[in-house]
């Protein structure tokens, strides 16, 4: 579904040339993969390239073999908008919308009528838990209630590609386990490529993608050992 091909991201600083990630290659299967690395090895990089909110220096990312790197902005957007959903570390629900609004919200961007996106909608807080908070702002939700959100949202549209960066980085350890059986639930259905320094998360991907100084240098099974 999702592929990076002899990526690279190169960057100027005065006098200064800094690689970010230099010759990645992979094709992401379905199902979960995980990304991690120590700062500045590159992970936020190769996320932002994979879905296209920066352009490669070198190489191309393909969405089936749609050349996501050689469209314009606009169309990048779009393919975000209907192809891909995002979890970030920081929820960024819209502080004016109830809960069942932010997640229908993708929905209202393309068009779907309102009961349709109210269905949707009440069916994927359903899914997480949350059916009983429709109508709470974001104020009066926990953090991981706000993630549960966020993870309903990016799900709107059932998103074949799924991002997730840092999803359980500021949660508590009940959330955090809350948010993390969610995602990997979802991530059986679609390609699901996690960003984290969280190890014990990682291992729960079915792969696992070693990034050192911009360069993937190491793939691992974890679900294949034993």
């Not at 050349?67 to 209907?82: C, F, K, N, S």
């Not at 059986?188 to 291992?203: C, F, G, Q, S, Y």
Request: hydrophobic share 40%; proline share 6%.
């Amino acid at each position: 579904m999702l592929r990076a091909e002899h990526l690279s991201k190169r960057y100027r600083q005065g006098e200064k040339e800094v690689v970010a990630l230099l010759g990645f290659t992979y094709a992401f299967p379905k199902g979960a993969t995980a990304v991690v690395g120590p700062s500045g090895s590159g992970k936020t990089t190769l996320l932002n390239l994979l879905a296209g909110f920066d352009l490669p220096s070198e190489g191309g990312v393909y969405l089936d073999n749609l050349p996501l790197h050689q469209l314009p902005e606009d169309e990048r957007a779009r393919v975000r908008l209907e192809y891909m959903g995002f979890v970030f570390q920081q929820w960024n629900l819209i502080p004016t919308l109830t809960a069942w609004e932010n997640v229908a919200f993708p929905l209202l961007l393309v068009g779907r009528p309102r009961k349709e996106r109210q269905e949707r909608a009440f069916a994927l807080l359903e899914r997480v838990g949350l059916a009983h908070r429709l109508h709470h702002l974001p104020s009066r939700l926990s953090g991981g209630e706000q993630q549960r959100v966020a993870l309903a949202r990016a799900l709107a549209l059932d998103p074949p590609v799924l991002f997730a960066d840092e999803p359980t980085g500021n949660l508590d350890a009940e959330s955090r386990e809350q948010v993390a059986t969610l995602l990997f639930e979802a991530g059986k259905e679609r390609t699901l490529i996690l960003v984290t320094h969280d190890l014990e998360l990682a291992r729960r991907a079915g792969h696992i993608l070693h990034l050192k100084g911009g360069r993937l240098v190491r793939e691992e099974t974890p679900k294949a050992k034993g």
